[in-house]
Nanobody
Framework: QVQLVESGGGLVQPGGPLRLSCAAS????????MGWSRQAPGKQRELVAT?????????ADSVKGRFTISRDNAKNTVTVYLQMNSLKPEDTAVYYC????????WGQGTQVTVSS
C-alpha cells in the first residue's frame, strides 16, 4: 500500500520562502526517483523538480535557481522536501509529490499562494 501526504503550503508574500514536505509511504518509493509537480487553476500539472535515489536533481527552467529538492530515505517511508525561495505570484498552485515517473495515485497536494 502506498500513501503520499504533502504539507507545508500556505500564503506567502512575493520574494518569500516556503518549505514543502512529502511523506511517501511504501517500499516502492525507497529506491525510486521522486518529483514535485504543481497545478495552477486552469492549467495542466507541471513537473518542477526531480531527485534520484542517489540525490541527483533536475529542475524546470521556471524554478531553477530558486527551488531545491531534497530527500531523506528510510526503509518504508521517504520524505521529500521542496525548499522554495524568491517566490513569485506565478508559483501559486497546488503542489504534489510522487514517484518519477508518477504512480497512478496522487496525494491531496498542498496549496501554495504567493500574493501581497
Amino acid at each position: 500500500q502506498v500513501q503520499l501526504v504533502e504539507s507545508g503550503g500556505g500564503l506567502v508574500q512575493p520574494g518569500g520562502p516556503l518549505r514543502l514536505s512529502c511523506a511517501a509511504s511504501g517500499t516502492i518509493f525507497s529506491i525510486s526517483a521522486m518529483g514535485w509537480s504543481r497545478q495552477a487553476p486552469g492549467k495542466q500539472r507541471e513537473l518542477v523538480a526531480t531527485i534520484t535515489f542517489g540525490g541527483s536533481t533536475n529542475y524546470a527552467d521556471s524554478v531553477k535557481g530558486r527551488f531545491t529538492i531534497s530527500r531523506d530515505n528510510a526503509k518504508n517511508t521517504v520524505t521529500v522536501y521542496l525548499q522554495m525561495n524568491s517566490l513569485k505570484p506565478e508559483d501559486t498552485a497546488v503542489y504534489y509529490c510522487n514517484r518519477s515517473p508518477p504512480l497512478r495515485n496522487w496525494g491531496q497536494g498542498t496549496q501554495v499562494t504567493v500574493s501581497s
